[in-house]
């Protein structure tokens, strides 16, 4: 059973987790991962109907640098929280806590489809759970939620400060992953820095804009959401 700390309780209030996103952006931690080499790494998905309870959420545990699948864990449940943007991840982050719990190995670092610092508040999910997994955690996201960027070299591995204008912070990165397709959205989310955090998206590229291991974890929320997998 993969472990986690418990940091606080999710039954809040939307205001009272604005203010306790602030609280949370003192611990986050933005540097060089120093630890052990991360030779696995989980990619984590989650996918919801805007207005439905129901949430649907994968983990997929690959080793690198092969990218073989070592462990998945697909549950499909309940969500208390209700959608409120910048918030998501108190709608989400329970359920991937509960998949986590459930898996046998426990990976190196945690790649998950969405924000890490890249984030109004600078607590993204993969900053906000990384907290809780206290190992590497990064956001792979397909869109902006903050910032801007310069444009990119069409070869794959460029990329670009993503920039938040409000106060010129540089919050993540734009990252081609593949040659002529348009980029992803990198941020650190905890225990890694941007770099560290570029260099691990692009060792985790089966071939695809999507890293692999969010792209094997969506895939498995997708199979979940139609019904074709059980939830384990």
Request: glycine share 8%; proline share 7%; hydrophobic share 40%.
């Amino acid at each position: 059973m993969a472990r986690y700390e418990q940091l606080h309780d999710w039954a809040i209030r939307p205001r009272e987790a604005v203010e306790l996103q602030k609280r949370l952006r003192e611990r986050v931690l933005v540097r060089p991962h120093t630890g052990k080499k991360i030779e696995t790494i989980a990619g984590a998905d989650i996918s919801f109907n805007k207005f439905s309870p129901v949430i649907y959420t994968g983990i997929v545990v690959l080793r690198l640098p092969s990218l073989e699948v070592v462990e998945e864990v697909g549950l499909v449940g309940e969500t208390q929280f209700p959608y409120v943007p910048g918030l998501l991840s108190f709608r989400e982050a329970p359920s991937v806590l509960e998949a986590w719990s459930k898996l046998k190995t426990e990976p190196d670092a945690v790649m998950f489809d969405g924000q890490g610092i890249a984030h109004p508040r600078r607590v993204g999910i993969a900053s906000h759970v990384g907290l809780f997994l206290n190992r590497p955690t990064l956001g792979c996201a397909k869109s902006v939620l903050v910032g801007g960027h310069a444009e990119l070299a069409e070869e794959r591995g460029s990329w670009q400060p993503l920039i938040d204008p409000k106060n010129d912070e540089t919050v993540g990165a734009a990252l081609r992953t593949k040659t002529r397709v348009q980029p992803i959205y990198v941020s650190p989310g905890h225990l890694i820095d941007l770099a560290g955090a570029i260099e691990l998206t692009l060792r985790s590229d089966g071939g695809y804009r999507q890293p692999e291991p969010t792209r094997r974890a969506h895939l498995l929320v997708n199979a979940l959401r139609r019904g074709e997998r059980e939830a384990t």
